[in-house]
């Protein structure tokens, strides 16, 4: 790998008025700042972080991308990620390291088969590259894992995504800061948001432990803290914030040619490009600020991959660790206008936002420039809760909730 | 590992128990008066803070009772109990 130069961005401190200030420089945060300065024009923008750049769930993710969700609104806007995935190393001249291995998504029981099948069906009709394969197909794309009949939960088959796979999740922060600070986006780290400044149901700016900073428009993205800020405007989310558990295993020779994902036992695992195993499996149930779980979840997520993968009994457990993930009833982000004019909300992708984070980007900072939603963010509004337009993606999350 | 504590049984392993969210919430009195914001509010928006939580939980595998909690959200230390 090439080496890096000591300092990919500037380390501003915070001018006091911006057109734009983004809460939080996650993934996120910074496609969008990238996203308002090169489609938009908007280079006034400051991206606030409480902590470091990209170290809370940009960290902490399995890295999986993919777009073989259910419905025609998930499927616009992941594979809308998925199409910029495929050019983002080009487009921010940094190797993200995307890797389309391809995704398994694997089946265990008749109805894992049916909503599997269905899912491969409407992922085509979507222009969505899906694929059903039998048992013997899986072992063959994937032959580490355990196809045997005889074991409780057999392997029936699995929906095959062959574009999907993973990337290196530091390297696409660090693009994307680069990027956006070259094209003059403030990111300013250890900036904590306490408050916002109001002028009657419009918000004009933010207070900061740092003092006060003017905005045209404050846009959230701030992921498993996104109802503390909100509440700080005044504002009820529906969201529950908890833990999601991942680990890693010790640096193996290559043995996981691509990444599995099963429901139904209940974890996914791919193998990073230095050699780790990489998995995850669901959240810890209660509602934690905490970044750390319980150790019954780790035993039930290796106990699925010892099933599906033998040979994995061999390895150890390096690292454990958990992220604060932001669940909203539908499995589905909320994109768009708050009721306070001038404050954008972007939160609710829960166990799966690493995948889309290009594309969120993408409509938050057309949402944020132009006061209206892009195309495939329209859906996503905080009112399809009142509406009853649900978007429920609890299948294709592929993570329990 | 949370260590919980049962009002009946006593401090047990948190895989006996499963979650019930926010206690507290009632169902509306008059379901059919509700606006469909008010409904909206009802079936979707929780309590999600950061500190102490008002908090149900069921021992599933052990006495099947519910009971309400108060736990911090960041410590995970129980507080006392719920209302």
């Known amino acids: 790998m090439e080496q890096h130069p000591d300092f990919l961005w500037r380390n501003p401190s915070p001018k006091w008025s911006y057109d734009v200030v983004i809460v939080g420089a996650g993934g996120h945060g910074l496609a969008t700042a990238y996203y308002l300065a090169k489609n938009h024009g908007i280079t006034n923008v400051a991206v606030l972080e409480k902590g470091w750049l990209a170290g809370g769930n940009m960290a902490r993710n399995t890295a999986i991308i993919r777009s073989n969700y259910l419905w025609d609104e998930s499927a616009g806007i992941y594979e809308h990620a998925l199409q910029l995935w495929e050019g983002l190393s080009e487009e921010l001249d940094y190797d993200i390291l995307f890797s389309q291995r391809g995704v398994l998504n694997l089946a265990h029981t008749l109805g894992d088969v049916r909503e599997g099948s269905r899912r491969v069906n409407a992922n085509r009709l979507n222009g969505v590259d899906a694929e059903w394969l039998t048992p013997e197909q899986v072992k063959e794309f994937c032959p580490i894992v355990n196809v045997d009949p005889g074991v409780r939960y057999p392997v029936l088959g699995a929906t095959l995504q062959p574009r999907g796979g993973i990337a290196k999740h530091d390297h696409v922060a660090w693009a994307y800061a680069r990027g956006a600070d070259r094209l003059g986006v403030d990111l300013v780290q250890g900036c904590e948001v306490t408050g916002f400044v109001r002028d009657g149901d419009r918000v004009i700016g933010v207070e900061t432990n740092r003092g006060p900073i003017r905005a045209g428009a404050v846009a959230l993205a701030s992921a498993g803290h996104s109802s503390v800020l909100a509440s700080l405007a005044g504002i009820r989310l529906p969201i529950q914030s908890h833990p999601l558990q991942a680990l890693v295993s010790e640096l193996l020779e290559p043995v996981h040619p691509c990444v599995v994902m099963s429901n139904h036992v209940h974890v996914y695992v791919s193998q990073a490009h230095k050699g780790e195993l990489v998995m995850g499996a669901g959240i810890d149930p209660f509602n934690s600020y905490s970044q750390r779980g319980s150790v019954h979840v780790i035993e039930h997520q290796l106990a699925a991959a010892l099933e599906l993968f033998p040979i994995f009994g061999h390895a150890h457990v390096l690292r454990t660790w958990g992220g604060i993930v932001d669940v909203s009833p539908d499995a589905s982000p909320i994109i768009g206008q708050t009721p306070l004019e001038g404050l954008y909300v972007n939160c609710g992708w829960g166990t799966g936002g690493f995948k889309a984070t290009p594309a969120s980007g993408w409509v938050y900072a057309h949402t944020i420039a132009t006061g209206e939603p892009h195309v495939l963010n329209r859906p996503f509004g905080l009112d399809r809760f009142t509406t009853g337009a649900l978007i429920d993606e609890h299948g294709a999350a592929a993570v329990a909730h | ?83």
């Open chain 2, 1 to 83: 590992m949370l260590l919980i504590r049962c009002p009946w049984c006593g401090d047990r392993d948190e895989v006996e128990f499963s979650y019930g969210g926010q206690a507290g919430v009632s169902y509306p009195d008059d379901p059919e008066a509700l606006t469909d914001a008010q409904w909206a509010e009802y079936v979707f928006v929780r309590d999600n803070p950061r500190g102490p939580y008002a908090e149900r939980w069921v021992h599933t595998n052990g006495c099947r009772r519910w009971f309400d909690t108060v736990r911090h959200t960041v410590t995970h230390e129980f507080l006392g109990e719920g209302s």
